[in-house]
């Protein structure tokens, strides 16, 4: 079974790297994080969608929000709230390499929001989190400018 998920994930690590943005930030159509306001996974404890008429432009990405409050705890200090790796999968930035995430996959550790690919990978992630954390903390800054 592992060595399924394994293989799997090294197929998916190739699409994924040919589909990965070159932006620092994870998002589609222009929408950090799908359109979800990354405060509510801090406060609301589960993924909320923002609105389009609470958005902020940070980083060459529109982040939107479910209230003008969140709106305006994000702008007070963006850093706190924005995941990790902006957005992409935190399991493969361990490995290496940057690949989009599925919004529903949402950890958050030590006060940081993380995302994966999928709950598979999600369940390979949070095997070792300590770990793979201090790896794609290594990694990112040598990835996030990278296709």
Same mark, same amino acid.
């Given at each position: 079974?592992?060595?399924?998920?394994?293989?799997?994930?090294?197929?998916?690590? $190739?699409?994924?790297?040919?589909?990965?943005?070159?932006?620092?930030?994870?998002?589609?159509? $222009?929408?950090?994080?799908?359109?979800?306001?990354?405060?509510?996974?801090?406060?609301?404890?589960?993924?909320?969608?923002?609105?389009?008429?609470?958005?902020?432009?940070?980083?060459?990405?529109?982040?939107?929000?479910?209230?003008?409050?969140?709106?305006?705890?994000?702008?007070?200090?963006?850093?706190?709230?924005?995941?990790?790796?902006?957005?992409?999968?935190?399991?493969?930035?361990?490995?290496?390499?940057?690949?989009?995430?599925?919004?529903?996959?949402?950890?958050?550790?030590?006060?940081?929001?993380?995302?994966?690919?999928?709950?598979?990978?999600?369940?390979?992630?949070?095997?070792?989190?300590?770990?793979?954390?201090?790896?794609?903390?290594?990694?990112?800054?040598?990835?996030?400018?990278?296709?």
């Amino acid at each position: 079974m592992k060595r399924t998920i394994l293989i799997a994930f090294i197929a998916f690590l $190739g699409i994924a790297q040919a589909r990965a943005q070159k932006s620092e930030i994870f998002a589609p159509g $222009g929408k950090a994080i799908k359109g979800y306001d990354p405060v509510a996974f801090f406060t609301e404890s589960k993924p909320v969608k923002g609105s389009d008429s609470l958005s902020y432009q940070w980083k060459q990405a529109t982040w939107l929000f479910a209230s003008r409050k969140n709106l305006e705890t994000f702008k007070s200090d963006p850093d706190k709230y924005t995941p990790q790796y902006g957005g992409y999968c935190a399991y493969g930035l361990s490995q290496g390499h940057k690949a989009p995430t599925q919004t529903d996959t949402w950890t958050v550790v030590n006060d940081k929001l993380y995302f994966n690919y999928n709950s598979k990978v999600k369940e390979l992630w949070v095997k070792d989190q300590p770990s793979l954390i201090k790896t794609a903390d290594e990694k990112w800054p040598g990835i996030k400018d990278n296709n």
